[in-house]
């Protein structure tokens, strides 16, 4: 499963770089590929990560984290599809994405600190750091385009 899964996310991620480009160029078909390669990343990449990660966690708080993080998973980028797609609702996804993602933080934090492996716990401590920095970033740039253009 594990191998399934790491196929999965870089057909995705391979997608989702391809579509991107092509909508920078402004060709055809752009919006279909990334519709695809989102799809693909939310219900097959984001889906059997969760059922690896299940088969590992040892206590319920564990499996809680990782359903967590699946539906973090989804609303981010369906938020990035509707974002970029031009579709109605896109702005109210990106509130949702940002309020999951900062849910995610203490949520890390917390299971780091249950972590009694000392390699996982600087993982997820890292994790959360990073998260940390990049929702600042995305939430700074997104209300500044919002005041730009409003």
Known sequence: MKKST???????CFLLLIGVHMKL???????????????????GYAVLLLLDKNKLAQNSYQ?????????????????????????????ALI???HAFLLIMIPVLFAQGSKESDPVKKLNINN???ILTFVIAVSIYLWWRTAAMHP
């Not at 499996?63 to 109605?88: C, R």
Request: aromatic share 14%; hydrophobic share 65%.
């Open 6 to 12: 790491l196929i999965c996310g870089i057909v995705s």
């Open 95 to 97: 509130y949702f994405a």
């Open 25 to 43: 160029m402004h060709w055809a078909g752009a919006g279909v590929v990334i519709t695809l390669s989102i799809a693909l990343f939310a219900l």
């Open 127 to 129: 994790t959360a750091i």
């Open 63 to 91: 499996k809680f984290v990782n359903i967590i993080s699946l539906v973090t998973m989804i609303i981010v980028a369906a938020s990035f599809l509707f974002k970029v797609q031009h579709w109605p609702g896109g702005g």
